[in-house]
């Protein structure tokens, strides 16, 4: 089995410098599973990492779809696996970094989130409801039908929750596959305090760069809250703001506290993850000491 390794943890938690270090040091090229890096255009609000951050190491899932596409759990997992046999079949360790629940769960449980077919009827339905009473009622839907996947989802992100009620419904053609990969999976964390400090300060820094300016030269472009990738966090708060709904402070004070409230889903999401190695960052190097370690016994 192809040897792979993950890196996971919590919005602002530290996962892509990590990453660049042990691929420096462990002969490895990197593959993103950040729901958000994926769409081109979303730099800012994302925190796409940058050519000077990447430091030589190779990079994939960044940019690979246009912003007014959608881009599942399913399209994920079938575009990593190729990317872990291309690095696996030059000699190099595949390293997957992000916080996206659903698309590293995908591939570490061997989940096939989407492989039911699209289901356009129920879809408009939904769609429908969606517009008349609110996220809300199709949210209502999946935790009725499927309480644990609730649990797991942005109550706030319509996409998402109607593909999960569809593929709750096709339940026949949904199915856990043996995973084909040997995952060593890695959790960063740090206290509650500092992490909400440094998301605080990541929200204040994207404000700074321009994150204002990326969301309206999107919206200029025909994005609007219909589609997937404004949705983000970051982009979904900016857009009222810019449509004269909400003030500028209130606009800051969701970023942060949705941003926090992610946080908190992708580390109940950790715990509830098989075999991970939590790891405290706040001493980073007695940390990243720790993770070499583990890579190194993983691959012995």
Known sequence: MKKVVFIL?????????????LAKKMNGEIISADSVQIFKGLDIGSAKVTKEEMSGVV????????????????????????????????????IVVGGTGLYVRSLVEGYNFGGTDKDENLRNYLEKLCKE???EALFEILKNEAPQEAEKIDQNNPVRIIRAIEINRNQSKKATEKPDIDALVIGLVMSREILYERINMRVDKMLQEGLVDEVKKL????????????????????????????????????????????????????????????IDMQNKEHGFKEIKKLVEDFLR
């Open 59 to 94: 990079h994939y899932g960044i940019d690979i779809c246009d912003a007014k596409e959608n881009f599942s759990a399913f399209e994920f997992a079938q575009y990593t696996k190729q990317k872990i046999n291309d690095i696996c079949s030059r000699n190099k360790l595949p």
């Open 219 to 278: 919206k200029d472009c025909g994005l609007s809250e219909n589609n997937q990738s404004m949705h983000a966090i970051g982009y979904k708060e900016v857009l009222p703001y810019l449509n004269g709904e909400i003030s500028y402070d209130k606009m800051v004070e969701l970023v942060r506290q949705h941003s926090r409230n992610y946080a908190k889903r992708q580390l109940t999401f950790l715990r509830g993850m098989k075999n991970c190695h939590m």
């Open 133 to 135: 009473k609110g996220v």
């Open 9 to 21: 943890g919590p919005t602002a938690v530290g996962k892509s410098a990590v990453a660049v270090d």
